[in-house]
């Protein structure tokens, strides 16, 4: 049984980065066959176009979650 990795990655109006994040954690996986894994977008009430692309990334590839937050919590 393969073992389960999870990436995190925190987001917050980042329209012009998660495309790329998405392909270098995806990239790195291919070269670990061992492990199955996920990768957990967090997005922190976005102002930008991260939700809608990061929907669009998730509805093709099923390693890809995401968590939305209804505001934004940071400080």
Do not use: W
Request: with cysteine; glycine share 2%.
């Amino acid at each position: 049984m393969k073992k389960m990795i999870s990436i995190i990655t925190p987001c917050f109006n980042e329209e012009k980065n998660v495309e790329n994040i998405y392909q270098e954690v995806k990239n790195v996986m291919k070269n670990l066959p061992e492990y199955n894994y996920e990768h957990i977008f967090i997005d922190n009430s976005s102002e930008d176009r991260t939700v809608e692309i990061l929907k669009k990334i998730a509805k093709k590839d099923k390693n890809v979650k995401i968590i939305l937050n209804a505001r934004n919590f940071g400080t």
